[in-house]
C-alpha cells in the first residue's frame, strides 16, 4: 500500500515532492526554493557557482528544508544531462521545474546600437537555456502523477504593455525585454504541445523585486518575487496552462 498525503490539494506518493529550481542560489530563485522546501517538498538548487550553491543548500536545510545542490549551467549541454541524471539518481521522478536562472545582458540595449553578441548571449541563457533544461528534465517529469513547469518571466516581455502609451516597462533594453517575450511564446508552444498530459506549464512575473538584476532597486523583497511561482509550481490537476501570471492575476501577452 503505497503512503498517500495532500498538500495544495496534489497527492503525494511515495514519499515528498521534488522540485528543482535554476539560479536557486540567491534571489528570487532562493525564495522558491524555501517556500517549496517550507512545504515540505524535497528542493534541488540548481546553480552554477559551487560555493554559492552549497552555501544556499546549508542555509535551506539549517531552515528544515530537505535541499540539495545540482551543479547546472543551463548555457551547456552537458552540465544539464549531468544535472538530470544526478534528480533522477537521488528522486527517480520530478514534480516541478522552475526555469528561473536569467541574465539582463547588461547595457546599453538600445536596437540602434546593440552589440549583436549580447543579445545572443541573453538569448542562450534566457530561452534556449529554459528549452535545453526542461527537455532534458521532461522525462523525469512524465513519471510524477501532477508535474509542473514554471517559467519566470517578466512584464518587460508582455507586447500588450511595451505598446500602451504610458505603461511602465522599464528601459529600452532590445535582448532583455524580447528575450522574455520569446520565452512566454515558447512557454505557448509546450502548453500547446503537452495538451492532454498531466504537465502544466505556466509564465510567471514576479514583479519589481530588488535583487542583483537589478541592482536591488526594486520595490518588492524576493520572497513577494516568489509567491506567484510557488503557487503554479503546487496547482492541482484543474489548475491553468499556457497562460501568464503575476500576484495580481493574468498578465496580458
Known amino acids: 500500500m503505497t503512503d498517500t498525503n495532500i498538500v495544495n490539494g496534489r497527492d503525494i506518493v511515495n514519499g ?4 528543482l529550481v535554476t539560479g536557486a542560489n540567491k534571489g528570487i530563485g532562493y525564495e522558491i526554493a524555501a517556500g517549496l522546501g517550507a512545504l515540505g517538498w524535497s528542493v534541488g538548487v540548481g546553480a552554477r557557482d559551487g560555493q554559492r550553491r ?14 540539495f545542490g545540482v551543479p547546472l549551467d543551463v548555457t ?15 528522486a527517480g521522478r520530478l514534480d516541478a521545474l522552475v526555469n528561473n536562472a536569467g541574465i539582463t545582458g547588461g547595457g546599453p ?12 548571449t541573453v ?35 508582455s507586447l ?38 498531466d504537465i502544466l506549464i505556466n509564465a510567471v512575473c514576479p514583479g519589481y523585486t530588488a535583487t ?14 516568489a509567491a506567484c511561482a510557488i503557487r503554479l509550481a503546487t496547482v492541482p490537476a484543474d489548475g491553468p496552462t499556457g497562460r501568464f501570471f503575476d500576484d495580481e492575476g493574468e498578465v496580458p501577452w
Open 16 to 19: 515528498q515532492h521534488v522540485a
Open 212 to 225: 542583483d538584476l537589478n541592482g536591488f532597486r526594486g520595490v518588492r523583497t524576493p520572497q513577494q518575487g
Open 54 to 67: 552549497e552555501a544556499a543548500v546549508e542555509k535551506l536545510r539549517a531552515a528544515g528544508a530537505d535541499a
Open 76 to 90: 551547456d549541454d552537458e552540465s544539464v544531462a549531468a544535472a538530470a541524471r544526478l534528480v533522477e539518481e537521488r
Open 123 to 157: 538569448m542562450e541563457t534566457n530561452v534556449i537555456g529554459v528549452i535545453r533544461v526542461t527537455n532534458a528534465l521532461l522525462p523525469l517529469l512524465r513519471r510524477s502523477p501532477s508535474p509542473r513547469i514554471v517559467n519566470v518571466s517578466s512584464s518587460v516581455g
Open 109 to 120: 540595449q538600445e536596437p540602434t546600437t546593440v552589440d549583436v553578441d549580447r543579445v545572443r
Open 160 to 197: 500588450t504593455l511595451q505598446s500602451t502609451p504610458g505603461a511602465e516597462t522599464g528601459p529600452i533594453a532590445v535582448a532583455y525585454a524580447p528575450s522574455k517575450t520569446f520565452l512566454n511564446a515558447v512557454t505557448v508552444q509546450y502548453a500547446k504541445e503537452l495538451a492532454g498530459t
